[in-house]
């Protein structure tokens, strides 16, 4: 596979180059120079079989040629070993759970394929990684529980101090092993500030520092497995086109879809699902592109206002609006749309949605209402409803039950560094004393 940057102005590279330099040097992210589509009877061959089969077939088409058979077919199969299913609430939607993975999230998916490649190609080059990301809560956690285990990296995740769940912080700093969870006495943004300092840093440089954040092509492709899958389990050729229902924040997700349309899947259009935080609706309808500040919401993983993965999804569509517009709908959904989705869905289907696939669903049912959609429509559900228990029980009076790993989360020991103050000095001279 050959990629090159949304900004044109970086060399063209491999997938394994772009997997190990996460942004292209240009500032851009990767982009494939092609997507090749998969042989529809091969495609339709594979109906029935488990996701972690289809994902060595989707994931050998694009990359293959870049491993050995049998490398990329063990890590594949150890990324994808959760399911995915699907699961009718009625009007012809169905939900795809895509929260049966380590952190109750979809974010798994690809923080799992990315760790393993990563691991995989830092032992044949030789030498070590140290993963360090800021996190505000979910991304954190995928790439720590992703990369648990994973030999010859370390993992350092700085998350702001009080300011995630305690459920959150379990997810990240009871793991241990190669995995340092860091508190830091300020906001995100802070975290965010001394990462971004200690990856300009030469000082650093015998670390090996990466991010393996959401922009990492290696976590991109793997997304579009599910897309495949869960059109090969509605049932493949004859279920004619369907519509995938996508809650967005960054929008990669809704890219992965894109590019699981040009491997072949008849996807006859995206419903893309966002909060308050409307960007890519915005968009849509205003043909202008309109940055701004993120407003907190519910489904707080979406709460973006500056998508970064937009320049892939209007690269992918020529830069061309009429394009866009014919292939995706755009639905921002209120908070009140989002809590009445939450209480209807359970009162009718009897199915619990957590406040993130709640978007994906209430703009399902606006694409029926207000569009005229009529074909079936798969509506992804991002996180599992336990991971929000609060929403849940101030709408359907109750606490959902956690998964269960999960469900003895409280009385993990949380092995967290305090760092003392925001300094960057201080922070790089305890990086250096930590990770030596
Ligand atoms: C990250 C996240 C999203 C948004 O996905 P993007 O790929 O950023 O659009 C939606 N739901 C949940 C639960 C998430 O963690």
Known sequence: MILVSTRHAAPPVTFREA????????????LPTSIPPIDRQAMVSWRGLPIGDVAVRVLSH????????????????????????????????SVLELFHGPTLAFKDFGARFLARVFGSLLAERGGRATI??????????AVAQGFHGVPRVRVVVLYPAGRISPFQEAQMATLGGNVTAVRVPGTFDDCQRLVKEAFLDESLAGLGLSSANSINIGRL??????????????????????????????LGNLTAGVIAQRLGVPVGRFVAATNLNAVLPD???????????????????????????????????AEALDALRSNIVGFAISEDETRRTIRETYRQAGYLLDPHSAVGVAAAGRARAEVGEHRPIIA???????KFGDVIREELGFDPQLPEPWRNWRT?????????????????????????
């Open 19 to 30: 997997l190990l330099g996460g942004l292209a040097p240009d500032g851009g992210l990767y």
């Open 62 to 93: 694009l990359v293959g040629d870049e491993f050995d058979r049998g490398t990329l077919e063990r890590l594949t199969r150890e990324a994808f070993d959760f399911p995915a299913p699907t699961v009718p609430i009625g009007n012809d939607i």
């Open 132 to 141: 360090l990301v800021a996190t505000s809560g979910d991304t954190g956690s």
């Open 221 to 250: 492709l793997p997304q579009a497995v599910y897309y495949v899958a869960s059109w090969l389990a509605a049932g493949g050729d004859e279920a004619g086109d369907v519509v995938f229902a996508v809650p967005s924040g960054n």
């Open 283 to 317: 968009y849509l309808r205003t043909g202008t592109y309109r940055a701004r500040a993120a407003h907190p919401t519910l489904s707080n993983a979406m709460d973006v206002g500056d998508p970064s993965n937009f320049p892939r999804l209007a690269q992918i569509h």
């Open 380 to 386: 992804l559900a991002t996180a599992h409803p336990a």
């Open 412 to 436: 993990r020991e949380v092995r967290a560094l305090n760092l003392s103050d925001l300094n960057y000095e201080s922070f790089r001279i305890w990086l250096l004393e930590a990770m030596r």
